[in-house]
């Protein structure tokens, strides 16, 4: 209910900006996305670090989570959701520090640039960027360079994909598997049934998403692009194996699906779970038995494909 709330407050927010003709919605919206409180208790780890490096954009901030013990430690990218506008490391905290706990491996948060100032493929590029920096820089921080893997929930899983497309073509980083939490993967078009039947009245609606299109890509035809819309790749062939979940109800939830079956049919090793009676939910605001369950199987799927 209260995820609910939220989307339609952020729906009333948009409706009254627009109609008094503001051109600053994003930063006002972010003011009160960014403000929300982390819900449960984080999970004990050894080190957190947050440290920045040299983006594509200028200085792009990282936070590192490190579990006890000298390691080298398998290595986890996140990308938090939020639209490509919304979202900060504090809101994706609880998440991370739950996989350095239950795992045992080095979580790297990624603070990507984020929409409308930085339009597709900053955040593309930044997430690209940030992998390239934990491999080269892995033994640096106890990591495991042949162990790295990369998720993200959302529109952060969505840059997950895109950056193991990335990793493809451009022949490096090495990644062992691919963690994506209801991904959007085709943002081209947004006529899928799950957008049809669960458009309105179900948290993330069908508007919600167009509008966040709009703030992210400089234009539709942007939105063709494979690392914008992961689905419409020509190859997926030779990518990491993959775990994809996503909810019932949630307007995302064939986007996950057809990026699955699409793995599976180009010979990827990729598992796909639908939550039933579930929306569209955030790693940082675990809300429901199933959502703790997502994270359960999220951290066993990591810990088998750190363990081969």
């Avoid at 609910?4 to 972010?30: E, K, N, Q």
């Avoid at 063709?224 to 109800?249: H, M, Q, R, V």
Wanted: hydrophobic share 40%; charged share 20%; proline share 6%.
């Amino acid at each position: 209910m209260r995820r609910r709330s939220t989307y339609l407050t952020i729906s009333f927010f948009i409706v009254i900006l627009l109609a008094v003709g503001c051109s600053v919605i994003p930063s006002v919206l972010r003011i009160f996305m960014n403000a929300r409180t982390v819900e449960g208790t984080p999970a004990a780890v050894a080190q957190v670090e947050d440290i920045t490096i040299a983006g594509p954009g200028g200085q792009l901030p990282l936070r590192i989570y490190t579990p006890a013990g000298t390691g080298p430690f398998p290595l986890l990218i996140y990308l938090h959701g939020g639209g490509w506008v919304f979202g900060t490391l504090d809101q994706s905290d609880n998440v991370c520090r739950y996989f350095t706990s239950k795992v045992g491996c080095i979580v790297i948060s990624v603070d990507y640039r984020l929409a409308p100032k930085h339009k597709f493929p900053a955040a593309v590029e930044d997430a690209y960027c940030a992998t390239q920096w934990v491999a080269e820089n892995a033994k640096r921080i106890k990591g495991d360079p042949a162990r790295i893997a990369i998720g993200g929930a959302s529109a952060g899983g969505n840059l997950a994909a895109v950056v193991c497309l990335m990793a493809k073509d451009r022949s490096g980083p090495s990644l062992v598997f691919q963690l994506l939490a209801y991904p959007p993967t085709n943002i081209a078009t947004l006529e899928t049934a799950s957008y049809r039947d669960f458009g309105r009245g179900h948290g993330l609606g069908k508007s919600h998403v167009k509008w966040y299109r709009t703030q992210y890509l400089e234009n539709e035809e942007d939105g063709k692009s494979p690392y914008a819309s992961p689905l419409l790749a020509d190859d997926l062939s030779n990518l990491p194996p993959a775990l994809i979940f996503t909810g019932e109800f949630d307007v995302l939830r064939d986007d996950g699906e057809s990026y699955a079956k699409r793995l599976k049919q180009e010979g990827v090793p990729a598992r796909y779970i639908r939550y039933a009676n579930m929306g569209h939910v955030a790693y940082w605001k675990i809300e429901s038995d199933q959502a703790g369950d997502a994270l359960h199987q999220a951290a066993l799927a990591l810990d088998h494909a750190f363990s081969q």
